[in-house]
């Protein structure tokens, strides 16, 4: 059984992968809080497991993706703690499965790494792939299975919340998913907060995907994942699939691509 943590800067995504199963059985979410100690993170973790019923020796592996650098340690010490065997850090020098042209292929992120891992094993290339979290990513991977590079920008959460913080006499909104069909006009200014939002990100969503799709010879195929995707994807013209379990899939990716490079 191989155990996946992605620790992104809001939430860390808990996977448990049955070994000859393409997704997981099981994928709880914990708050992502540096002042936790590795003591804290590892009761935590054995409270998880034993939720679903799995004991720490059924766990022949660990696979960390980690985009907060001082949360990577304290998990290294939990699983250490439990005795969980074999882990693997996704960072510079592990092998992804494509290729890397950016600047600097160290600042690639372990989660866009393992999106980028998965959504080419499962879906092929070309391709365009969409992180909507605490930041929301627009990746591109040419015909050739390239990452070459991304755009990145404020979540659609984290865009609310800025709103709020910067304004004095604005609401706090909560956020219903698109379906694609009311209008993109508000008539008071929750309603015209919450529109702006969620019709804003499915605008620019679709404008990145135009500029992108120019720099390919063939159509590519786009995937999303992310928690924030389901609110806003209906309004988005272009053909989208969404898999939450992406980031997950890919850190499974990343170490059996690991584990056949040891042998």
Known sequence: MLLCLDIGNSN?????????????????????????????????????????????????????????????????SALAMLSLPSVLTVGPGVKTGFGIRIDDPAELGADMAANTAAAIAYHGAPLIVIDAGTATTISLVDEKQYYRGTCILPGLRTSAELLKESTALLPSV??????GEESAIGNNSAESIEKGLLWGNAILVDGFIEKYRAMLSVPPKIIATGGSAPLFLAGCKSEIVYDPDLTLKGLKRIWQLSKKRKK
């Open 12 to 76: 860390i995504t808990v996977g448990l992968f049955r070994d000859g199963e393409e997704s997981p059985f099981y994928r709880g979410k914990l708050s992502a809080k540096t002042s936790r100690s590795a003591d804290e993170y590892a009761v935590a973790l054995s409270g998880l497991l034993s939720l679903c019923h799995v004991k720490a020796e059924e766990i022949s592996g660990c696979v960390i993706g980690s985009v907060v650098p001082s949360l990577t340690g304290l998990w290294q």
């Open 174 to 179: 909560s956020l219903s998913p698109l379906t």
